[in-house]
């Protein structure tokens, strides 16, 4: 009897222990990074996408000038603790023209919306779409510390780079 009560305690408290198990939840502090100049308002925000960690972003850019503005993917770069960390990738980019992504235009007094994944931090997989083949991609936990965006964009022939960040944390409860 002592030996059947030794046995159940010891399965019971390791059930309990699994279930206590700690999460770790990625925060981002401020919640959003955000620029503003005389052609455009940006906001750079971290997504968490029903997961613990933050694997993407949304980007969104309003352009406040009277004329298009260019969004140039090939020279705007992920920044993480202050170092280039290469480029985004998001919908409509495959293995193909992942290193030459074509440019956006955000028309006259619009805005455009992007959710962007560092390349770095994906793993390509390929997905099945009736009969013909297509590519994706999953994003991966985008690590601690500074991240960012140097988005790049031209304006009636002007370059005009912007940098926005947020700070990363891991917090376990």
């Not at 779409?129 to 991609?137: E, P």
Request: proline share 6%; glycine share 6%.
């Amino acid at each position: 009897m002592r030996k059947t009560a030794c046995v159940f305690y010891t399965v019971f408290t390791l059930f309990i222990m699994s279930g206590c198990a700690p999460t770790r939840i990625w925060i981002s502090s401020p919640a959003f990074g955000t620029v503003e100049n005389q052609v455009f308002n940006a906001q750079f925000l971290p997504l968490r996408n029903d997961k613990n960690f933050i694997n993407e972003f949304r980007l969104v850019v309003w352009n406040k000038s009277d004329k298009d503005l260019e969004i140039d993917w090939s020279a705007t770069r992920y920044i993480h603790k202050g170092r280039d960390f290469g480029r985004f990738i998001f919908e409509g980019i495959d293995a193909d023209n992942v290193n030459n992504p074509p440019s956006d235009i955000v028309p006259a007094g619009g805005n455009l919306l992007r959710v962007i994944a560092p390349v770095r931090l994906i793993a390509w997989k390929p997905m099945k779409s009736n009969v013909r083949q297509t590519s994706g991609f999953s994003a991966g936990p985008v690590p601690e510390g500074e991240s960012g965006i140097a988005l790049v964009t031209r304006h009636k022939g002007q370059l005009i780079r912007e940098t926005l960040t947020v700070n990363i944390s891991i917090e376990v409860k």
